[in-house]
């Protein structure tokens, strides 16, 4: 009988401690018009890690060098559009090559006051997958005729 409780007990720790860490791990996809209307409520999502997405704005990033403990980086900061609704967001570290105003974003990090986030990844959509579909138009259809060569 002391086995079975014993294993019961143990058993109920592990789940805790996987249900605790998939929570903390976890981040809320939000668009930006949603995050910014948010604001406007009573419960804006200040101080919280987010998932924000939208597009990238199409004002130029702005890089700017600042000290660190490693040397000086470049700190980018970028708009983030949804619906007429924007976010400024900051981020310390190299951008992805797919990533160019108005196209697909999304931006980990924390939302630090209204209409202002820290990030700490950004994310665009793979070039493989636009590649993919430019190469699935311009394939040639398999019921065309052939060129005559003479």
Known sequence: ???????VVISAAFAILVWSGMKS??????PVSELR????????FIGQ??????FVGK???????????????KVHHFMVEDKDKMVAVQYRDALPDTFRAGGPVQVDGVYTANGQMQADH???KCPSKYEAESNARMKKPENAPAKLTS
């Open 1 to 7: 009988m002391k086995q079975w409780i014993g294993i």
């Open 25 to 30: 791990n976890t981040m809320r996809s939000i």
């Open 37 to 44: 209307a948010s604001d406007a409520s009573g419960k804006p």
């Open 49 to 54: 890690r987010l998932r924000v997405v939208g």
């Open 59 to 73: 004002e130029p990033v702005r890089s700017v060098a600042e000290p660190s403990a490693s040397g000086m980086i």
């Open 122 to 124: 950004v994310f665009t």
